[in-house]
């Protein structure tokens, strides 16, 4: 059955507020219980006895309700023909009262009054019953459930196993999800990680310079493997370590490709070393590779040249001729012979046409002074053998005749 729902303290009328405060309040009232008319009030003694009125044959009696000045209703008590002193006590119901009496009696008056009636004329020790009804507008407050010998409210007792079950419950339906995802990964890597699924081809694209034995290294290493257990990036480093290669992209492709992707550096110019070899290197000075031979397809830089081996980097002096070389007019590149390179003081100048000298300095100002050059050589370089471009005015030092 639902409970039902208790007014809170600030929704209780004015009246009731008044009642408990003067119920709680001290002094507490006193009483005398060897008054009489209290005995008749609860059907104690035969009003007959003290010569009240008390109606009729019929057995029904008038009794006060009580003495408080805010109950003038009478409610009747009907007492059976021939009922004694020794019969049971009855029921008697204070109804419709607006605002009720609240009487706590003290245990040893009570304890008294017991002990008079029995002196008086005995009777059960079996209490009275009282039914209040109507208290007030809120309902009925049931008296709670026996408890168990462990003192815990039996419905309390019941939520807490159904929680503690429920909770059981849940954990179980997580371990065995958790167990079922755990266990159908390691089927599915078990899959794929097998044979079923190995590198059986490899595509490489852009390679032209790069070292084909260490290309070769890095693919046999990839074949018979399982896709998923590739290490591309073992791969790439590999790959990147070769000096020609600027970036390496190593993928794979379900289920038995790999695809190898390299950017090469790009060759700008070449020097010969103190050991008759030439060492071809890019713009940033690396060296990429050492040949034997003249390479023709790059400007050549003149001077005192360091035998730098491979994939090492050059003095700065090299790197600032190699991005001179690139930033070249066309005009100029066609007919550039050589690049020389100072490396004491690291100034640069260059030979046109096999014959005509032109010192540019060092980096500094580097587009204006090919501007100036570019200027000299649509005029024309006959009969000149020397320029100086370093400055705003432009030094020519003309042929001997």
Known sequence: MKEPELPRHDQLPEH????????????????????????????LADPRDTGDDTGDDTGEVIAPVAADEHITQEVPVVKAKGAGRGSPRRTIVIADSELPDLVYLDEEKEKEFYERRDAVGGGSRERST?????????????????????????RIKARRNAVRKAEGRRRLIILGVASGIVISLILVIATFASTLFDVREVYVQGAVYTDQDVLAEVI???????????????AELT??????????????????????????????????????????????GRVLDVIAGLPVDYVQITGSNP???????????????????????????TITTSV??????????????????????????LDDKLARLLGRVRDGLAGTCELD????EVGTVPCPS
Request: cysteine-free.
């Open 389 to 392: 471009v370093s400055t705003d």
């Open 130 to 154: 009282i039914v209040i009804e109507d208290l007030d507008d809120f309902g009925v407050i049931e008296a709670a459930p026996a408890r168990t010998s462990g003192g815990i409210d039996p």
């Open 239 to 284: 790959l990147e370590a070769v000096p020609w290669v600027e970036a390496a992209s190593v993928r794979t492709d379900f289920p038995h490709s790999v695809y190898i992707d390299i950017r090469e550096r790009r060759p700008v110019a070449a020097f010969q070393g103190f050991d008759g070899q030439f060492r071809v290197i890019d713009v940033q």
């Open 220 to 234: 046999a290493s990839m074949k018979g493997e399982a896709v998923l257990l590739v290490d591309t990036h073992a």
């Open 340 to 365: 020389g390179v100072d490396t004491a003081t690291g100034s640069l100048s260059m030979v046109l046409n096999g014959s005509v000298s032109v010192r540019l300095g060092d980096l500094r100002g």
């Open 16 to 43: 009731v507020l008044d009642e408990l405060q003067n119920a709680f309040s001290d002094p507490t009232p006193a009483y005398d219980f060897d008054d009489p008319s209290i005995d008749r009030m609860l059907g």
């Open 307 to 333: 035998d730098i081996p491979r994939g090492e980097f050059a003095p700065a002096a090299y790197a600032a001729a190699a991005q001179m070389v690139l930033a070249l007019p066309t005009e100029i590149a």
